[in-house]
């Protein structure tokens, strides 16, 4: 009778300790990524729906929505700035959590940095 009630109690705790891993690997696969990074320039914005898209230095564009909680700048966004977000998917959606525009660069440091000097020769 004891060695059944013992029996008993080893399953029952063998049982519950698979429920509990269940439930913390489930609770992991449904926590939102942070952290993803994008950066390029803003082709369109949407004030009302609080959404942008944006397009990569490889023409790659993406959505993105900012709300309350979202660092931004205090000036509206703009087509053309250059920006960096940091956002998180969520719900399906891109929700900004940091978004920082960046200056432009001006023409003579886009050229500056486009054009390399050849080392000079001896004849």
Same mark, same amino acid.
């Given at each position: 009778?004891?060695?059944t009630? %013992?029996?008993?109690?080893?399953?029952?705790?063998?049982?519950?300790?698979?429920?509990?891993?269940? /439930?913390?690997?489930?609770?992991?696969?449904?926590?939102?990524?942070? @952290?993803? $990074?994008?950066?390029?320039?803003? #082709?369109? #914005? !949407?004030?009302?729906?609080?959404?942008?898209?944006?397009? !990569?230095? &490889?023409?790659?564009? /993406?959505?993105?929505?900012? *709300? !309350?909680?979202? $660092?931004?700048?205090?000036?509206?966004? &703009?087509?053309?700035?250059?920006v960096? %977000?940091?956002?998180?998917?969520?719900? @399906?959606? *891109? #929700? &900004?959590?940091? %978004?920082? #525009?960046?200056? /432009?660069?001006?023409?003579?440091?886009?050229?500056?940095?486009?054009?390399?000097?050849?080392? /000079?020769?001896?004849?």
């Amino acid at each position: 009778m004891k060695t059944t009630r %013992i029996a008993t109690l080893f399953a029952a705790l063998f049982l519950l300790s698979f429920a509990a891993f269940g /439930a913390t690997s489930a609770k992991a696969k449904a926590a939102p990524s942070h @952290g993803m $990074k994008f950066r390029g320039s803003i #082709v369109s #914005v !949407d004030e009302k729906a609080k959404t942008f898209e944006a397009k !990569d230095a &490889a023409g790659k564009t /993406a959505n993105f929505a900012w *709300n !309350d909680a979202t $660092k931004a700048p205090k000036s509206p966004l &703009a087509a053309g700035q250059n920006v960096s %977000i940091h956002y998180m998917e969520k719900g @399906g959606k *891109n #929700v &900004a959590t940091v %978004i920082t #525009v960046n200056p /432009a660069q001006s023409a003579h440091a886009a050229k500056a940095t486009t054009t390399t000097k050849k080392p /000079a020769t001896k004849s």
